[in-house]
Each structure stands twice: as C-alpha cells, then as structure tokens.
C-alpha cells in the first residue's frame, strides 16, 4: 500500500508499483515489441558469427556518448526561426515540458508519435542497411532493443518515488536528478554516471555549480556551454 505526502511523493512506493505502472505506457510496449520481433527473426535466421558477439559491446560502450548527444543537441534543442518557419521537433519540445514538470509520468517517456513516425523506422531501416550480414543487422537490433527499454525503465525509475537502495542506482540517481533540479547545463547521462559526461566535461562536482535559475524553463536558458544546443 502506497500513501501520498503533503508534497506528492508516494510513500512506500516499490519496485512492484514502478513495474505496474511503466507498462501503462505506449513507448515501453512500442519498444518492447520492436524487441520480441528482431528476437524472433534473428533466431529463425541464425548464422551466428563472431561479430555478433562485438556487436553488444561496441554498443554498450558507445551508448553512454550516443544519449549524450541526443541529450545535448536534440532534446535541448532551442526552436530556431528559418524565415516564416520555426523549427522545434516534438522531442524537444516535449523534453522542455518535463523540464517544467519532472513528476509528470506521461512526460519521462520517449512520445510515441516521435516513435511511430521516425525513431522505430530509422532504427529499423539502420539493421536492414547498415550491415553487411543480415543476422548481424538483426542482432544489432535485439541489442539496440534491450537497451531502448532499459533507458526508459531507468529514466522512469528516477522520476517515480521508488527511492535507490543500491551505490550504483544512487550514482544515476542522483545524475540524473542533479540534471533536473540543480543545473540543466550539465549531467547529460540518464543511465549511467560520471562515464560520457566525465569525458565531455559536464560532470563537475555539484558543490561547485551554482543552482540554474532556468533549470525547470529551457526556453530562457542563455546558449551557456553545450547545453544551447
């Protein structure tokens, strides 16, 4: 049983809770069957090779620099006016409205338009084009899969009131929340801590940074460091 503070934190709440309610959401089942499907046609293909074994650690360890970049020059992205036209993808705009509200639930997850109309396509044409064996495409995709559902249920998991138990998850936790509510310039990192921020030099000490007054409001954020985008 869950309680509800004066400030709106759920006492209580638990890794059960968290669980019930990520799948209440369309981008972990969208993700998740992109997942269940790449699964199932890379075992019917077979051709195991040893590149498919490379395949998920390359990506383990590029991941940390890909959501780095996402972070940093999508989803931070300022609207920009070319001519009579302003340009503001969904994903920026909506990555300003969690900004501005961190506990809304339906704003931590990837929207499922941006899914739908491009970012599960893409990744999908990039398993079929971008390999030279089919099977190693495929694997590619199971890979890239599993790591898509983790980075929601951890970017879920920091947002909800299930509070860390473990060094590790503190480490991301507190990451990421630094992120939200001290300082949006830096701590681009959602699912690990200190690795590509530690590299790109955005991971200070949090004694040394001021609190941003433009932490909840990207739209006034001055193009301060790489976080203007």
């Known amino acids: 049983m869950t309680t509800t503070s004066a400030r709106g934190a759920r006492k209580g709440f638990t890794l059960a809770h968290a669980r019930r309610e990520f799948w209440k959401h369309p981008s972990p089942w969208m993700i998740g069957s992109t997942l269940v499907a790449a699964l199932a046609a890379r075992i019917a293909v077979g051709d195991w090779q040893i590149t498919d074994a490379i ?3 390359v990506m383990l360890a590029l991941f940390p620099f890909f959501e780095w970049i996402v972070h940093v020059f999508v989803l931070h992205w300022r609207p920009k006016r070319l001519g009579p036209f302003t340009i503001d993808p969904l994903l920026a705009r909506e990555h300003r409205a969690h900004h501005s509200d961190p506990r809304s639930v339906p704003l931590i997850f990837i929207p499922w338009k941006s899914l739908a109309t491009w970012v599960l396509p893409v990744t999908v044409a990039v398993g079929f084009l971008a390999f030279p064996r ?6 590619y995709l199971v890979c890239i899969g599993t790591i898509g559902l983790a980075y929601e249920w951890m970017h879920y998991l920091i947002h909800s009131d299930y509070k ?8 991301v936790w507190r990451n990421h929340r630094n992120h939200h509510f001290k300082n949006e310039h830096y701590w681009f990192t959602v699912t690990s801590s200190g690795t590509a921020d530690r590299v790109l030099g955005t991971y200070p000490d949090p004694i040394t940074v001021e609190n941003s007054p433009t932490v909840k409001n990207l739209y006034a954020q ?8």
């Open 222 to 229: 001055n193009p301060v460091g790489v976080a203007a985008g």
């Open 55 to 57: 395949v998920p650690v």
């Open 164 to 171: 860390p138990r473990t060094s590790l998850y503190r480490a």
């Open 134 to 139: 089919l099977g190693m495409g495929l694997t």
